[in-house]
């Protein structure tokens, strides 16, 4: 079995072009019916609001009807949100149509089994399979109803997991990345107490993400700093990452979020990925706290959560997953943990980030259309070259990306920048020889 249609997290791909069309929607809408549901059974849907949503939408609605399945779509909604009203309605499983961080022309599906988790590689492959082989229509066509008021069970979640925060007096600044957070986050947030300005928070389909969100805080940076703001938030297009601003008008990443959390939760140990900082892991370590690393992906992350016990885990790029509360990364509540966390310490959010030295760490990323190129000798001859090159004083991660095709270069040394941008230069050319 294959799982050439899925990356990282769920498939992704330009909207328009298969399968991200409307004959390869439907198709996964098929597989999907076929594979988790028994006819008459429901699944929700929903999507961020980008313009190649809704036909996105309505084709999987198709293919989901087609086998019998009840679909019930909740409209624009956060991935987390669709994850967590995927676990509460005791569904058969959860679709979401978003494209997360990626800009406007790019869109994907993500699938959520019953109980709102993620899907194995074994699931994923068994659905890579049914979408390319095509299965047959149940004797009874399904049926399909909206119905939008179900982000309101999510929102009162968000709230109700602050376990009675209050923020009264707290001026925050909060960058809705044009995306699904769009309102939902403001709501959340001013619910609790907090003075909100709100940031890129009126999508028409085509800004979302656009030098704004969690991929692009220079403008979140400039508002905290400006509007002397104590904090900043941000999410990307479909909020299940978190980046923050501290005071100080610094962007905190998510090592950073990770740390602050573990330490003030007495977490025995974290799950992080291959891409988390050297310097987070040795903090952590002074304080007690064991780290384990997966690959990249929330869902490897999840996985190694269920592996290890922890209660804690997430990816430098603002995936934090609490799988006490969530079985997936959350923007929001993560925030509205991180926010709990400061106000039970006596330290501000910059305070806790200068408690993590972090390395230099540089990434670029240059294009990889075919990504079996990686894993030819003369390839991963340079690599093992240059990885033992930096031993002793720094750390080279390459790997293909799981949501668009280019091969993301990750270099943590002094030197970062320089020694980034040379290696990817020289790898460039070795895969242009070897294409």
């Known amino acids: 079995m294959a799982r050439e249609l899925f990356g990282t997290d769920g498939v992704r791909g330009k909207a328009g072009e298969y399968p991200l069309d409307s004959e390869g929607a439907m198709a996964i809408g098929s597989a999907v019916g076929q594979l988790f549901c028994q006819p008459g059974d429901q699944v929700l849907i929903g999507c961020d609001p980008r313009e190649s949503s809704a036909g996105l939408v309505s084709s999987l609605t198709a293919g989901l009807i087609r086998q019998g399945v009840s679909v019930l779509s909740v409209g624009i909604i956060t991935t987390p949100g669709l994850a967590y009203l995927t676990r509460e309605s005791k569904v058969a499983a959860g679709v979401m149509v978003t494209a997360s961080h990626n800009p406007f022309n790019y869109n994907g599906v993500k699938v959520f089994d019953g109980t709102g988790g993620k899907l194995s590689d074994d699931t994923e492959h068994q659905l890579n399979d049914l979408i390319e082989s095509g299965v047959a229509p149940a004797e009874q066509p399904g049926s399909s109803a909206l119905d939008e008021s179900l982000i309101k069970h999510y929102e009162d979640f968000l709230v109700s997991s602050s376990e009675g925060l209050q923020l009264h007096g707290l001026k925050l600044a909060v960058d809705m990345a044009n995306g699904s957070a769009s309102g939902l986050a403001q709501r959340v947030f001013e619910r609790l107490g907090a003075q909100v300005t709100p940031l890129f928070d009126q999508p028409d389909g085509r800004n979302i993400n656009d030098h704004c969100g969690a991929t692009d805080v220079t403008e979140l940076e400039r508002v905290v700093s400006a509007q002397a703001c104590d904090l900043g938030v941000a999410f990307d297009g479909d909020a299940d990452r978190l980046i923050m601003v501290d005071g100080q008008g610094r962007a905190v990443k998510g090592d950073y979020l990770l740390y602050l959390l573990a ?19 040795q903090a952590l370590l002074k304080q007690g706290i064991a780290v384990e690393r997966t ?25 934090i997953v609490l799988p006490r509360l969530l079985q997936t990364g959350d923007g929001i509540l993560a925030a509205v943990q991180v926010l709990k966390a400061l106000q039970g310490s006596d330290k501000s959010l910059a305070q806790w980030c200068d408690e993590v030295p972090l390395l230099p760490q540089a990434l670029v990323n240059i294009e990889l259309t075919d990504r079996q190129l990686l894993d030819k000798p003369e390839i991963q001859q340079y690599i093992e070259q240059q990885t033992q090159q930096l031993a002793g004083r720094g750390r080279l991660l390459i790997r293909p990306s799981g949501t668009e095709p280019l091969a993301r270069v990750m270099v943590e040394a002094p030197q970062a920048e320089a020694e980034a941008q040379r290696i990817s230069s020289e790898l460039a050319e070795r895969l242009k020889g070897a294409a």
């Open 263 to 281: 330490v003030t939760g007495h977490t025995k140990g974290v799950v992080a990925t291959v891409m988390s900082n050297l310097g987070f892991e």
């Open 295 to 319: 690959a990249v992906g929330d869902r490897y992350v999840l996985e190694g959560l269920e592996k290890t016990g922890y209660e804690l885990g997430g990816e430098q790029s603002g995936h």
